[in-house]
Nanobody, 125 residues
Framework: QVQLVESGGGLVQTGGSLRLSCAASGLTVRSYTMAWFRQAPGKEREFVAAFNRNNNNLYYTDSVKGRFTMSRDNAKNTVYLQKNSLKPEDTGVYYC??????????????????WGQGTQVTVSS
């Protein structure tokens, strides 16, 4: 049974940093495209970042480029999202996801088969 368990969320001031973790069991993170999505109150879930399994490249949504960094630790079977220079618009529930989307569909949430329970991130102004 696949489990993705996120941790590391919390309350932080504008400009602060957080590191989210997603510990996987039941799958090997290097064999899947691992991604982070977020959902702000009243909004749809949106793509944040992904680590593509085929080319080992990282992909980010434009609003987080230069501020967020996704990484993968194969030995720990865990992926991370380092978030710096946080802004109030980064507030939301952050979800870890695993799937095998084709490259052109990397940012589509319905291409991912397994999801974590989410971790809340709140950035105060």
């Amino acid at each position: 049974q696949v489990q993705l368990v996120e941790s590391g969320g919390g309350l932080v001031q504008t400009g602060g940093s957080l590191r989210l973790s997603c510990a996987a069991s039941g799958l090997t993170v290097r064999s899947y495209t691992m991604a982070w999505f977020r959902q702000a109150p009243g909004k749809e879930r949106e793509f944040v970042a992904a680590f593509n399994r085929n080319n080992n490249n990282l992909y980010y949504t434009d609003s987080v480029k230069g501020r967020f960094t996704m990484s993968r630790d194969n030995a720990k079977n865990t992926v991370y999202l380092q978030k710096n220079s946080l802004k109030p618009e980064d507030t939301g529930v952050y979800y870890c996801a695993a799937g095998r989307p084709i490259l052109s569909a990397l940012r589509q949430s319905d291409m991912y088969s397994d999801w974590g329970q989410g971790t809340q991130v709140t950035v105060s102004s």
